[in-house]
Each structure stands twice: as C-alpha cells, then as structure tokens.
C-alpha cells in the first residue's frame, strides 16, 4: 500500500494541488517554517514523541485546521513519531464554517456530541481511529502539558501568551482570522483560502521533515 493510498481519494486530490503552490509561500514566511521543521527533527532525535500544540485564542479555527494538516501532512509523507494537538487561551467551540471548510477539503467529520461546545470526529483515512476534535485551553487534556512544541497560529494568543508552560520550544506561526469574513458573501471561499494555505503549509514543513536522513 502506498503512502498515498492511505487517504481518502478527494483528500489526496486536495493535497496535490496544495504540494503544486510551494512556490506562492514567500521567501520570509518559508525560512519560518524551515525553523519548525528543525525543531521537529531535532524533537525525533531524542526518539520520545513530537508533540506539536497549534495554539491561537478560542481553539476554534485556526489552530484546529493547523493540528489536522499537521497530523495528514505527517501521514503523508509518512513522518513517524509525530503527534499534534489544538488549544486556546481561551474556549469557545470549533466554529462550523471552520469545519465546513475542512470537509470541503476532503476530511471526514462527524458531530460526536452536542451542545455549546461540541465534540467532532475527525478522519482522513479508512479505517484510522478518529480524532476528537473541541475547543479547549492548551493546557487541559487531552493536551501534553510537558515535552511540547508550542506553535503560535495567532498574533493575540502569540502576545497573550509569552511562555507556555511544558514547553522545551515554542514558534509563532500567525495566520489572519477568516473569522472577519463571516456573515459575508465570500465567507466560504475566506475559509477554503485559509485551510488550503495552512495546508500548505504544514504540508511544506513535513516535506522538509521527510527529507532529513
């Protein structure tokens, strides 16, 4: 079975056009993610796990869509050891648009539980056990809280938080809230453009990860 196999066929569709768009991330933005790169092999030297927490302010977009490319990034350039995890300094939910987005993308998600904050299964692959996905604080569970990447993915929680505790590093990565686009006539496609340039690039860092010997 090939890597590429191991995820669902729209999915793959959707990663090979996102491989193609390297090029459209800038000079300073790459030499960024060239650094999260370094920090997950050097974390995979040590042969404990590489545990990435995506970080922004309520956990309901941004760092939900970075966690889950992260972790079908690893998967398909078949980058043992790495393990990804979302979380805000605040808890709201994970908002539907941003979940919409995600589906349109090729990822299956199912409601798990209801409510103000509810509960999503997450796969992207046959026969993987889902990923349960809801809003949280960083430092709660199902979250590490010792040994961790710490990633940034916005500017407020990226202030809000200068140190975070449990972790051995910590980078800011910011991505612009598609939250300004909602309620709009283009709020769909603001979200497809997020998800697909956080697709990229967490596809960029572990094509980096998958070549080092």
Request: with cysteine; glycine share 6%.
């Amino acid at each position: 079975m090939s890597k590429h196999e191991r995820l669902f066929p729209e999915l793959q569709d959707f990663i090979a056009d996102r491989l193609a768009e390297f090029e459209r991330i800038p000079k300073a933005r790459r030499a960024l993610l060239d650094e999260l790169a370094g920090l997950i092999v050097s974390g995979a030297a040590s042969d404990q796990p590489v545990r990435l927490v995506f970080i922004c302010t309520h956990n309901s977009r941004r760092s939900h869509m970075a966690q889950l490319w992260a972790l079908v990034a690893a998967r398909h350039f078949s980058v043992a050891g790495v393990e990804a995890f979302s979380g805000g300094t605040e808890v709201a939910a994970f908002n539907p648009r941003a979940v919409a987005a995600l589906r349109r993308a090729g990822l299956v998600i199912e409601p798990y539980t209801d409510g103000k904050n509810p509960t999503y299964e997450v796969s992207f692959a046959p026969g993987m056990k889902p990923i349960q996905a809801f809003s949280k604080r960083y430092d709660e569970l199902p979250n590490p809280t010792e040994g961790l990447t710490a990633v940034m993915t916005c500017s407020a929680a990226d202030q809000a938080c200068p140190s975070v505790l449990g972790a051995t590093a910590r980078i800011a990565i910011s991505f612009d809230d598609p939250k300004a686009a909602d309620g709009t006539g283009h709020e769909a496609r603001v979200y497809d453009e997020r998800c697909a340039e956080i697709a990229r690039e967490m596809l960029y860092v572990f094509s980096k990860v998958a070549r080092h010997p």
